[in-house]
T-cell receptor
Framework: DAGITQSPRHKVTETGTPVTLRCHQT?????MYWYRQDPGHGLRLIHY???????DKGEVSDGYSVSRSKTEDFLLTLESATSSQTSVYFC?????????????FGEGSRLTVL | DAKTTQPPSMDCAEGRAANLPCNHS???????VYWYRQIHSQGPQYIIH???NNETNEMASLIITEDRKSSTLILPHATLRDTAVYYC?????????????FGKGTKLTVNP
């Protein structure tokens, strides 16, 4: 367990409003990821980070931005939420070179955009 | 794009072995194969991983073909609680891209 906390766990918002999801980890893992999950699509990578201030795009990055100013926090921002961004968002972390190299996932954040 | 392909769904009888295939024909020599599963809407959980050799742990066995282009996850005695979506991904050893892309996975249904 990498002590991953996602917040908020549930959020309902309106189209056009900004939304920020936070992922917090306590294990000092270098790598952090944001995925979204929708029926029929599996897990799709939005953005990932390989260190403080080091981020890169994933498969479905349009409409999303991220920031990582501290090792423990990785923020996902929807600048202007749209209904197509209604989804369950998962954060994941892992520490390269340690243990089994597995990804540890948070419990997910369910976002509904009306 | 995912570097793995899996069948969308499979069924298995309770108590029998479940064999879940994964194709990773473009895998490179420095990439591991990892398996995860996701029960209901929980976050995915790690099952097992391997590089070249077959691996076994308390949860499952992983069989990797000699050419490393495919693998099979084996749940030796499936139970109803093994009903889940199973994902295989490839992940580099140190120095490679850490852009970890999942596919759609295989929905395994274990029937009583």
């Amino acid at each position: 367990d990498a002590g991953i906390t996602q917040s908020p766990r549930h959020k309902v918002t309106e189209t056009g409003t900004p939304v920020t999801l936070r992922c917090h980890q306590t294990e000092n893992h270098r790598y952090m990821y944001w995925y979204r999950q929708d029926p029929g699509h599996g897990l799709r990578l939005i953005h990932y980070s390989y260190g403080v201030k080091d981020t890169d795009k994933g498969e479905v990055s349009d409409g999303y931005s991220v920031s990582r100013s501290k090792t423990e926090d990785f923020l996902l921002t929807l600048e202007s939420a749209t209904s197509s961004q209604t989804s369950v968002y998962f954060c994941a972390t892992y520490a390269s070179g340690r243990g089994t190299g597995e990804l540890f996932f948070g419990e997910g954040s369910r976002l509904t955009v009306l | 794009d995912a570097k793995t392909t899996q069948p969308p769904s499979m069924d298995c009888a309770e108590g029998r072995a479940a064999n879940l295939p994964c194709n990773h024909s473009t895998i490179s020599g420095n990439e591991y194969v990892y398996w995860y599963r996701q029960i209901h809407s929980q976050g995915p959980q790690y099952i097992i991983h391997g590089l070249k050799n077959n691996e076994t742990n308390e949860m499952a066995s992983l069989i990797i073909t000699e050419d490393r282009k495919s693998s099979t996850l084996i749940l030796p005695h499936a139970t109803l609680r093994d009903t889940a979506v199973y994902y295989c991904i490839v992940r580099p050893t140190q120095g490679g891209s850490e852009k970890l892309v999942f596919g759609k996975g295989t929905k395994l249904t274990v029937n009583p």
